[in-house]
C-alpha cells in the first residue's frame, strides 16, 4: 500500500461504520419535514450535517495534520493527505426511505485517489479500495472478498449507468441516456455516484458516466475503481476537483469509445 495509508485504512473504515450506523438511526420515513430542500430535486437532510460533523471530527482527532473537505462543510482544511467525504450519497434516495445510498470516505494524497471506503449499510455493503505503491499492489474488496472489473470491450455488449442532477440539462442528460443507447449498451441510473462506480469495480456494471459530479460524490470510489483495475477520466488533473466536473469511469477496454460517445 501507498505510505500513509496503512494507518489510515482501520480509522477510515471505524469511522464510515459508525457513520453508517448514525445515518441508519436518523433515516427519516419517505416526506419528513426534517428534510430540507437544498434545491431542486437536492435534498439535504438533517443526518446529511450530522454524518458529516461525525466524520470530520474523528478524522480531525485521529490526523489533525491531514486536510478536510466535505459536501455540506466545504473545505475546512488543506493537507498533503486529504479527506474528501460524502456523508450520504445517494440522498435523495435516502430522504425516500430507499435503500441505495451510502457513506462515502475517500484520501487524497497529492491530489491522487490512494484509499476509498464506501459503506451502504441497508445492502450489507462495504468496499474498500487502496493504492498501490508505485502502481503495485493496488486492490479494492467487497465485504472482505477481492473485486475486479468486467472484460468488456465493446459498449454494444455493456451495461452502463448514466448519472443526473439538475447541475446538467436534463436535454443533456437525455442526448447521452440516447447516444449511450444507440451504441448498443444497457442503461442504468440509481442515484449514487459513489455506488454506481463501486459497481463498475466489482463488474456488475461496465461503466459509470456523468456529465457533471462533484469531487465528493467520486473521491472514495476512484480508489475503490483503481484498486479493481478499471480506469477514469483524470478528474483531479482536469481541474473539476474545486467545482466538479465529468466523470467516465469504466473498464479500460471501453474508455475510448465511451469519451467517443459522451462527446467529454
Ligand atoms: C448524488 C451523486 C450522483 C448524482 C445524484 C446526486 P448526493 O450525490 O452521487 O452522482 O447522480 O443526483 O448528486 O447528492 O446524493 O450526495
Redesign the pocket.
Known amino acids: 500500500m501507498r505510505h500513509g495509508v496503512p494507518d489510515r485504512l482501520p480509522v477510515a473504515a471505524t469511522l464510515a461504520r459508525r457513520a453508517a450506523e448514525l445515518a441508519m438511526a436518523m433515516r427519516p420515513m419517505a416526506g419528513d419535514p426534517g428534510i430540507r430542500l437544498k434545491g431542486a430535486q437536492?435534498w439535504v437532510t438533517e443526518a446529511d450535517v450530522a454524518v458529516e460533523r461525525l466524520l470530520a471530527a474523528g478524522l480531525a482527532e485521529a490526523f489533525p495534520q491531514d486536510g478536510f473537505v466535505g459536501?455540506e462543510t466545504g473545505t475546512a482544511r488543506d493537507g498533503a493527505f486529504q479527506w474528501v467525504v460524502?456523508p450520504?450519497?445517494?440522498?435523495?434516495n435516502y430522504a425516500r426511505g430507499g435503500g441505495r445510498w451510502c457513506v462515502s470516505v475517500g484520501l487524497l494524497h497529492e491530489g491522487e485517489a490512494v484509499l476509498g471506503v464506501i459503506d451502504a449499510p441497508v445492502m450489507r455493503e462495504v468496499f474498500v479500495g487502496v493504492a498501490g505503491a508505485g502502481g503495485a499492489d493496488a486492490c479494492a474488496t467487497l465485504n472482505g472478498m477481492p473485486i475486479r472489473i468486467s472484460r468488456t470491450t465493446e459498449a454494444g455488449r455493456a451495461m452502463v449507468e448514466c448519472?443526473?442532477?439538475p447541475r446538467v440539462a436534463v436535454a443533456d442528460y437525455v442526448a447521452l441516456c440516447g447516444k449511450v443507447a444507440g451504441a448498443g449498451a444497457m442503461l442504468r441510473a440509481g442515484?449514487?455516484?459513489?455506488l454506481g462506480i463501486c459497481d463498475v469495480a466489482a463488474g456488475r456494471l461496465d461503466a459509470y458516466l456523468?456529465r457533471h459530479?462533484n469531487l465528493w460524490?467520486i473521491a472514495a470510489g476512484l480508489a475503490v475503481l483503481h484498486g479493481a483495475g478499471g480506469v477514469a477520466n483524470d478528474f483531479i488533473g482536469a481541474g473539476s476537483g474545486a467545482l466538479g466536473g465529468p466523470v467516465r469511469a469504466s473498464t479500460p477496454g471501453l474508455a475510448t469509445e465511451l469519451a467517443r460517445i459522451a462527446g467529454w
Open positions: 437536492d459536501e460524502d450520504i450519497d445517494g440522498t435523495s448519472g443526473w442532477s442515484g449514487s455516484g459513489a456523468e459530479i460524490d
